[in-house]
C-alpha cells in the first residue's frame, strides 16, 4: 500500500538574551575628527574587538582614554567608547543654558548596559561628575584616578577626601551617598612592556578584573596576591605607598589624624615576594564617625550589588506589561533567585530573602531583596603564645 510520511521536527531552542555585564564606559580622544568624516564630540559606540575600534577612532590617537580602551579590549573587554575633544568637554565647561552634560547620557540604563566609567583625564570636577552618574544609574562604579601632580601620601588623601558629589534621590525618596559607587585609585604605574607610558592605576584595577574574571565571580575582590596580578609586569610607580600609607588611605575608623568622612584610595604597592600589585578593595563611601566600615565601604560587594540591580532590572523589562497576578510574582522570584543562590554557594552573600511589599498604587510590583554580604578580609589578628604547656584537644 502507497504511504507518504511527513515528519516535522523541532529542534530549536528557547534563546535567552546575552547582556552585556561588564563594560567599561571610556571617554578618550580620536584622531579621526569630525572634519575628515571620522567622529564628533560625543560620539559613543560599543566595542568589542581592538581591529573595528582603531579603524573607527583612528590608529594615531593619542590618549590614556584610548590607549587604555586598546588594551582592554585586547584582554577581552567589552568597551563603550564616548569621544572628547579637550578636557573641557568632560568638565561641561561652557555648557549651554539647557544642555544635559557630557556624562547625563549615560545615566540612561534602559540605552546603555555599563558597569564601569573610566575617563582619559583626570580632575576633581570631572570625577565628581562621573560618580555622580554612576550613582544615578545605581548598577556602575566610576574608577576616579588621583592625578599624578599628588605624590605624596598627604596630599592622595587631601584629594579624595574633598571630592563632593553629593547625593541622589531615588523615585521612592530613598536618598543615597553618592560616593558609594565610586572607587579612588593612585598612583600612576608603568609596564616594563612600555616604559614610555604612565597608565592610571585604574587602568591596573580593570586589566585585573578583565583577567581574573575568567576564574572568579565579580564579587571576590580583585586586589591582593591572587587576583591583584596585572597581566603585564609593573616596573615602577610614580609613588611608592607601604604599610604606613595604606593605614591612612584606607583607615578602618576614626581617630587621630582621620576624621569622620574619611574617603578610601586603593593603591599599587610593592608587596614582598609578590611584587607591585592592586592593594585596596573600598570605595568612596565617607567613613561612619561611630560605625566605622560598612558593607558599602567595599568595592566587591558594590560589585555585587551591581550585578544584583541589573538582575533586577532585566527582570521588571521582562514581566512589565504582564498581568499583576500572582502568577507574576511567582515569574519573578523564579527570574531573580538562580544569581542569589549562585551567590550564596559562591561566597558572596550568607543568605537572602526577597520581599513582596504591599503598595496603594495600581499597575506596581513591589519588591525589597534582603542580603546578608560577605566582604573581603582585610586585617588579621594574630597570636604567638609561649607557654609551659599545651593542652591538645582531638
Same mark, same amino acid.
Given at each position: 500500500?502507497?504511504?507518504?510520511?511527513? +515528519?516535522?521536527? &523541532?529542534?530549536?531552542?528557547?534563546?535567552?538574551?546575552?547582556?552585556?555585564?561588564?563594560?567599561?564606559?571610556?571617554?578618550?580622544?580620536?584622531?579621526?575628527?569630525?572634519?575628515?568624516?571620522?567622529?564628533?564630540?560625543?560620539?559613543?559606540?560599543?566595542?568589542?574587538?581592538?581591529?573595528?575600534?582603531?579603524?573607527?577612532?583612528?590608529?594615531?590617537?593619542?590618549?590614556?582614554?584610548?590607549?587604555?580602551?586598546?588594551?582592554?579590549?585586547?584582554?577581552?573587554?567589552?568597551?563603550?567608547?564616548?569621544?572628547? +575633544?579637550t578636557k573641557n568637554d568632560l568638565e561641561d565647561v561652557g555648557l549651554e543654558s539647557g544642555g544635559v552634560g557630557f556624562w547625563?547620557?549615560?545615566?540612561?540604563?534602559?540605552?546603555?548596559?555599563?558597569?564601569?566609567?573610566?575617563?582619559?583625564?583626570?580632575?576633581?570636577?570631572?570625577?565628581?561628575?562621573?560618580?555622580?552618574?554612576?550613582?544615578?544609574?545605581?548598577?556602575?562604579?566610576?574608577?576616579?584616578?588621583?592625578?599624578?601632580?599628588e605624590n605624596t601620601v598627604s596630599k592622595i588623601d587631601t584629594w579624595t577626601k574633598a571630592l563632593s558629589a553629593g547625593t541622589?534621590?531615588?523615585?521612592?525618596?530613598?536618598?543615597?551617598?553618592?560616593?558609594?559607587?565610586?572607587?579612588?585609585?593612585?598612583?600612576?604605574?608603568?609596564?616594563?612592556?612600555?616604559? @614610555?607610558?604612565?597608565?592610571?592605576?585604574?587602568?591596573?584595577?580593570?586589566?585585573?578584573?578583565?583577567?581574573?574574571?575568567?576564574?572568579?565571580?565579580?564579587?571576590?575582590?580583585?586586589?591582593?596576591?591572587?587576583?591583584?596580578?596585572?597581566?603585564?609586569?609593573?616596573?615602577?610607580?610614580?609613588?611608592?605607598?607601604?604599610?604606613?600609607?595604606?593605614?591612612?588611605?584606607?583607615?578602618?575608623?576614626?581617630?587621630?589624624?582621620?576624621?569622620?568622612?574619611?574617603?578610601?584610595?586603593?593603591?599599587?604597592?610593592?608587596?614582598?615576594?609578590?611584587?607591585?600589585?592592586?592593594?585596596?578593595?573600598?570605595?568612596?563611601?565617607?567613613?561612619?564617625?561611630?560605625?566605622?566600615?560598612?558593607?558599602?565601604?567595599?568595592?566587591?560587594?558594590?560589585?555585587?550589588?551591581?550585578?544584583?540591580?541589573?538582575?533586577?532590572?532585566?527582570?521588571?523589562?521582562?514581566?512589565?506589561?504582564?498581568?499583576?497576578?500572582?502568577?507574576?510574582?511567582?515569574?519573578?522570584?523564579?527570574?531573580?533567585?538562580? @544569581?542569589?543562590?549562585?551567590?550564596?554557594?559562591?561566597?558572596?552573600?550568607?543568605?537572602?530573602?526577597?520581599?513582596?511589599?504591599?503598595?496603594?498604587?495600581?499597575?506596581?510590583?513591589?519588591?525589597?531583596?534582603?542580603?546578608?554580604?560577605?566582604?573581603?578580609?582585610?586585617?588579621? &589578628?594574630?597570636?604567638?603564645?609561649?607557654?609551659?604547656?599545651?593542652?591538645?584537644?582531638?
Amino acid at each position: 500500500m502507497p504511504r507518504i510520511d511527513i +515528519k516535522e521536527l &523541532d529542534t530549536t531552542s528557547v534563546s535567552e538574551p546575552v547582556y552585556n555585564d561588564f563594560v567599561i564606559l571610556i571617554a578618550g580622544l580620536s584622531a579621526n575628527t569630525a572634519e575628515s568624516g571620522g567622529p564628533k564630540l560625543g560620539f559613543t559606540k560599543l566595542y568589542e574587538d581592538v581591529t573595528t575600534f582603531t579603524t573607527d577612532i583612528g590608529a594615531a590617537t593619542t590618549g590614556l582614554g584610548f590607549k587604555m580602551a586598546k588594551k582592554l579590549l585586547g584582554l577581552g573587554m567589552k568597551v563603550q567608547y564616548v569621544v572628547y +575633544k579637550t578636557k573641557n568637554d568632560l568638565e561641561d565647561v561652557g555648557l549651554e543654558s539647557g544642555g544635559v552634560g557630557f556624562w547625563v547620557p549615560f545615566e540612561d540604563k534602559g540605552i546603555y548596559d555599563i558597569r564601569f566609567i573610566v575617563a582619559g583625564e583626570t580632575s576633581k570636577t570631572i570625577a565628581e561628575k562621573m560618580i555622580k552618574t554612576a550613582a544615578e544609574r545605581g548598577d556602575a562604579i566610576a574608577l576616579i584616578d588621583v592625578p599624578a601632580t599628588e605624590n605624596t601620601v598627604s596630599k592622595i588623601d587631601t584629594w579624595t577626601k574633598a571630592l563632593s558629589a553629593g547625593t541622589v534621590t531615588r523615585k521612592n525618596g530613598a536618598i543615597e551617598d553618592a560616593h558609594k559607587y565610586g572607587a579612588a585609585f593612585s598612583p600612576y604605574i608603568k609596564f616594563k612592556s612600555d616604559l @614610555l607610558t604612565a597608565y592610571p592605576s585604574v587602568y591596573a584595577y580593570l586589566s585585573c578584573f578583565a583577567t581574573h574574571i575568567k576564574r572568579f565571580p565579580e564579587w571576590f575582590a580583585m586586589a591582593g596576591s591572587v587576583r591583584g596580578v596585572t597581566p603585564e609586569l609593573i616596573s615602577s610607580v610614580s609613588v611608592e605607598l607601604g604599610d604606613a600609607a595604606n593605614a591612612i588611605l584606607q583607615a578602618r575608623e576614626v581617630g587621630g589624624s582621620i576624621t569622620a568622612g574619611h574617603k578610601a584610595t586603593n593603591t599599587i604597592c610593592n608587596i614582598r615576594p609578590y611584587g607591585y600589585i592592586v592593594w585596596g578593595n573600598r570605595t568612596l563611601s565617607p567613613l561612619d564617625a561611630t560605625k566605622g566600615l560598612t558593607a558599602s565601604s567595599f568595592l566587591n560587594i558594590r560589585q555585587l550589588c551591581c550585578s544584583i540591580k541589573k538582575e533586577l532590572y532585566r527582570a521588571a523589562r521582562k514581566f512589565t506589561f504582564e498581568p499583576n497576578s500572582d502568577v507574576l510574582w511567582v515569574n519573578f522570584e523564579n527570574a531573580i533567585k538562580p @544569581l542569589l543562590e549562585k551567590m550564596k554557594s559562591g561566597q558572596g552573600i550568607k543568605g537572602y530573602k526577597i520581599v513582596k511589599e504591599v503598595v496603594s498604587g495600581k499597575a506596581i510590583l513591589k519588591a525589597r531583596v534582603r542580603i546578608i554580604p560577605i566582604e573581603a578580609v582585610e586585617d588579621f &589578628d594574630l597570636t604567638v603564645e609561649m607557654t609551659d604547656s599545651i593542652e591538645v584537644s582531638e
